[in-house]
């Protein structure tokens, strides 16, 4: 359905990358770029974020500005985290800079705070704003996948791998530390993929002394190694292993893989993923429909207002978690 507030026929857009990176973000921004230059609109690429709204720190980008970016990790715009911007005066310097360069309309490319962001630049002055979901976490609603999250866990994934060979020639236990603050997405995918024994996620509790005996009855059968994929927000892995060693009395390792998750030649379902939602994205302002949020569903194009994206997403792990039990 067309906004019936705002009808001003587009002809600049803006385009900007916000929050924590992901890999196909590049991807993401080429398919804006192209597909507002062919549908004969001007494309503003704003560095940093939101910060760079206030700092007004706005580029021309063109057909050519975003030849061989599609196989790029990281974002060619750049990317920040701006508090000044979730207070009142810092929109109203974010809106000021938009209509000082003509922008009519913004491309949003992040995770739940760059969502957020684009609702208050919309409800509170009007800035017209279409967003795709970047982050790893796999966290925004009204997809099935979000731009880095694939990438992200094939990333673990090759970590997982590598960190098998020597659990196992050294029969060891190893607690790998994997991204997800809210969301267990990268633990529970990455467990599941990399044939763990465990998985702890914030979205479940767990009994660390049942782990524990879990271990023991394993090593008295003659199992020799054991990996437990530990997301951030559910705790720390350092702390988990500490523990296991108090109960068990066997040596554990602890690996963190930190930031190695968000870079890297994004996956071919990132690009095709960013590709697809860069033109979903122009297709929702040349259509008037602003303060809405494109995703992919099984396999189709999926719109939603941004206040509804920016709900938490329900996570259903519990069948993966039970699979991992299983097969252990």
């Known amino acids: 359905m067309k906004n019936s507030k705002l009808k001003t026929p587009i002809k600049k857009i803006g ?11 590049n991807a993401a921004i080429r398919s804006v770029v192209r597909y507002a230059s062919h549908n004969g609109l001007e494309v503003a690429g704003i560095m940093r974020g939101y910060q760079g ?12 500005s975003v030849s ?23 929109r109203k310097k974010a809106a000021a800079t938009v209509k000082r360069h003509g922008i009519d309309a913004l491309v949003v490319i992040g995770g ?30 009204g997809t099935d996948a979000t731009i880095g999250s694939d990438t992200a866990v094939n990333t673990a994934l090759d970590a997982i791998d590598k960190i098998r060979d020597t659990c196992t020639s050294m029969e060891r236990i190893f607690v790998i530390e994997v991204m997800g603050r809210d969301c267990g997405f990268i633990a529970i995918e990455s467990a599941l993929g990399g044939g ?21 009855k394993g090593r008295l059968k003659g199992k020799i190694s054991w990996i437990i ?26 690996v963190v893989l930190g930031h190695i998750q968000r870079g890297g030649i994004p996956t071919a ?20 429909q602003y303060d809405k949020a494109a995703g992919i569903v099984n396999g189709e194009i999926n719109v939603i207002p941004v206040r509804e994206a920016i709900k938490k997403k329900d996570l259903k792990v519990d069948n993966f978690y039970r699979l991992i039990n299983i097969l252990t």
């Open 269 to 288: 379902k990132d690009r095709i993923l960013a590709t697809r939602l860069g033109s979903a994205a122009v297709d929702l302002l040349l259509n008037n």
């Open 196 to 216: 763990a024994e465990d998985v702890l996620v914030p979205e479940l509790k767990f009994d660390l002394r049942k782990i524990c005996e879990r271990i023991k």
């Open 68 to 90: 061989n970016v599609i196989n790029k990790g990281g974002t060619l715009l750049k990317t920040a985290r701006c508090k000044e911007f979730f207070t009142r005066e810092g």
């Open 15 to 25: 385009v900007l990358t916000s929050g924590g990176d992901g890999s196909g973000m």
């Open 112 to 141: 739940n705070g760059s969502y957020h962001g684009a609702h208050l630049l919309f409800s509170e002055w009007k800035v017209p704003c279409a967003c795709i979901p970047g982050t790893i976490d796999n966290d925004i609603r």
């Open 53 to 64: 709204l206030i700092d007004d720190d706005i580029i021309s980008l063109s057909h050519r």
């Open 229 to 254: 994929i530990v997301a951030e927000g559910a705790a720390k892995a350092q702390a988990i292993a500490a523990k296991i060693t108090k109960i068990t009395r066997l040596e554990t390792r602890v």
